[in-house]
């Protein structure tokens, strides 16, 4: 089954059910750490800091508000707020309240590449190893499945946090992470 079944209203009540019979012991939808080397790497462009060159802002809006229905439905609740002056589109915040495992989650996605980061309050400097740790695998499921759906990649933390050695030297001479790069404020 794809896990993008759940967005479906009709099958809101059975929604847990769903995400969780799609990825079964706990496999996330995820970029490994080399593919997420590459996608930034990919990605960068000097020339174009907040969004590419030929970015498709209605695209990106619709996307991102789908991600948004689709959390809510599947959490119950969600908060959204917009990038500006950014490398990243928006962010969506769930509540600890209304998560299995009690931890208020993130998701931001980038303006690049379909390029998608999940972390949490408590976790947003962690390693990969630590936000596994603290992530329970139904919210993990119902992240990483909503962001599957809609073709957004969900990169790895840790590359993220790793100096930025690409294209721009505005970046470069910062001392900036990949993270500055594709999901933070410029």
């Known amino acids: 089954m794809r896990c993008g079944t759940w967005l479906n209203p009709a099958a809101a009540s059975n929604v847990r059910l769903e995400v969780l019979a799609c990825l079964p012991d706990n496999n996330r939808v995820q970029a490994d750490e080399a593919q997420t080397r590459e996608l930034l790497q990919t990605h960068d462009d000097p020339g174009h800091m907040e969004f590419p ?37 928006g962010d969506i915040e769930v509540p600890a309240a209304v998560t299995s495992g009690g ?6 996605i980038s303006n690049f590449g379909d ?6 309050e408590e976790a947003l400097y962690c390693d990969d190893a630590e936000l596994a ?4 695998p139904a919210d993990a499921a119902r ?5 599957d759906y809609l073709g957004y990649i969900a ?6 946090e790793e100096m930025y050695n690409g294209a721009s030297a505005f970046l470069r001479e910062r001392g900036a992470p990949w993270w500055d790069r594709y999901f933070d404020y410029l």
Do not use: I, K
Request: hydrophobic fraction near 45%; include cysteine.
């Open 53 to 89: 060159a030929h970015f498709d802002h209605e695209r990106a809006a619709t996307r991102f508000s789908q991600l948004e229905s689709g959390l809510r439905t599947a959490f119950g609740a969600c908060y959204s707020s917009a990038g500006q002056d950014s490398s990243f589109h």
């Open 103 to 108: 931890l208020m989650l993130r998701v931001r």
């Open 115 to 120: 390029l998608a980061a999940a972390s949490s």
């Open 133 to 136: 740790e603290l992530l329970h």
């Open 143 to 147: 992240v990483y499945g909503a962001l």
């Open 155 to 160: 990169l790895r933390l840790d590359p993220l």
